[in-house]
């Protein structure tokens, strides 16, 4: 099944490079979270997923995601 998940092919790239999960976000949504808000957390959970932020620039990141 094909989702429209109303971004630019590089932008999604963009976030699947920094662990973003659509299938989360997709399920998020089923639970009763709005596109974005569920986008968020999908984009949160993809970055400390695989290890927590450890130096300035991934806490940068981090933030940026958790103020977005």
Do not use: C
């Not at 932008?11 to 569920?38: K, S």
């Not at 959970?45 to 290890?51: D, P, R, S």
Request: hydrophobic fraction near 35%.
């Amino acid at each position: 099944m094909i989702h429209d998940l109303n971004m630019a092919d590089t932008e999604y790239a963009e976030l699947v490079a920094q662990g973003y999960n659509p299938h989360l976000e997709l399920e998020l949504i089923e639970l009763g979270e709005t596109q974005q808000q569920a986008r968020k957390l999908s984009r949160i959970v993809g970055l400390v997923q695989q290890k927590p932020p450890e130096t300035d620039e991934d806490w940068e990141q981090f933030m940026q995601v958790w103020e977005d």
